[in-house]
């Protein structure tokens, strides 16, 4: 990620740390997994967005594999958690807002390296929101969840908003840290306000009414 | 796609926008999805295949990506299946029709594109039903039921054939626009056949009789 | 592979084979598969985690799809475990066997190519440990079980176990066949001695206490 201000290295490393703690949180609420679960899950969730970006941008092996910190970092959220989990119960909030900010930092740095390699301002939103919400998707297919990401809560809105600014922000020359922390600042607004009002997007008529999803 | 005759890339798109339907019909059917994850189903399901071919040919990053127009169709399908939902029970036929075309045309370029890319004649094969079965598996996967690749009525079969056909007819020299659409209607007929009658392959002996799966 | 030595080809033959037997079998007691699910269940156990691996390092078309006896002998074990199935009760132990016997040799030939291919030591240990468990964990979300890598007697561990004796060696000068097989056996033993004694690593305080995952 050289391509990005030293600040915003920052901001993808604590991405990293806050979806390895959500991810590891997650795996204790969802499954009954032992530390290495735990961890695991918590490490696949802090990688997974950025690993399936930069295998499609044909950037491997990837940065998150390149650089040691990313992997301590996530595998520390996944401690972290574990330690944690006892106090599952009040952390309710708490795995929404990491979950949220893994979601904001990793769209707009998605975004960014994927108008860095050259995709055209369409794909690059798209493989931004997918950076933001892969690790996430593949975190709740493991635990047999239907993914965040195509049930709830306004929650590829925002990371589609997030990625969205950011290349805007790049083709109107303007892209920089503090348009990046704006660009992840209103995506993380946007969600958490879909977590706290409980907003969803519309719904098709002919669905069945209520229950939650398979 | 450009070692592709362009009518081979109108089929490709139509695949794209059949698959994008059909993945989108899936979602409403399978889970309690607001219209983002009904459109997102659809993309995942129209791009995936295509996505994973080039990621294993190492054409990255994706030409589903590369090029508007699939992510485009993709997200029309599932915008028309949302506006679609409410007459949903009239359209279980339609659902496998789309994805029977998905399947054939996907299936014929994915392992045209293999050859193309130096694959020997099983992997190229492989490839190819892998193109055309594989943004259906994704889509089954996030809600949660076992694959139709696995489970169902001569899937994987059509796919294989079509793939089989088509690298047999490059290596004759006589592949072109007759023989791919020749190959893709055999794999059609060959799925259709299987969804009317509700064929499947013969079952392992020990297997428990009957239920679905998991 | 050509960086490694002929006796480790043969290996990662004989995993391929033991991982294709293995998917299978899985198959035919998780799911009602018919005999192409059953086949390509064993294809995808046998294949993956070696896909996700060169994936990762930018190797591809993948060595398991550019040498034709990967797919060849993942097929064969596909197809004897089809023939076997009405045994199934009596092949519990085999299934596991398999198991680690596929986990042991690609965690180790995992490891190495990745050290081969410039990854740093931490990389490279997650990356071996990932071509072991990888095409298991496509396996279980396929059928829809949580992976085994997540909740499971001491899956990960002899995994990463192997990796990390495998980076050492390398790293140590000493690598070479019988460094191999002796990663490749404590994994096996390791693996082998959590399923016998259904060993399991700690669980997290405040998980809820037993049943299984999701």
Redesign the interface.
Known sequence: MTTEPPLLLVLDLIGTFAFGLNGALT??R?????????V??G?ITALGGG?IRD????D???AT??D?RY??LAVLGGLVA?AL?????RLEMSINVLDAVGLSVFAVIGASKAVA????V??AV??GAVTGVGGG?IRD???????S????D????PALLAAALTVGAIHLGIYGLWAALAAAAICFAVRMLGVVLGL?????????P?????
Chains 1, 2, 3 share one sequence.
């Open positions: 795996a204790v969802a499954a009954q997994l032992d530390i290495v679960g735990v695991t899950l490490v690993i295998v499609l941008l044909g491997v092996p990837p594999l390149r040691w992997l301590a574990f989990s006892q106090w599952l119960d390699f050259g995709l055209g369409g794909p798209i493989l998707t297919t493991l635990v047999r969840q239907v993914p990401v195509l049930r709830s306004l929650y590829a809105i969803n997007a519309p719904r098709p008529r002919g669905a069945r209520a229950s939650d999803g398979g």
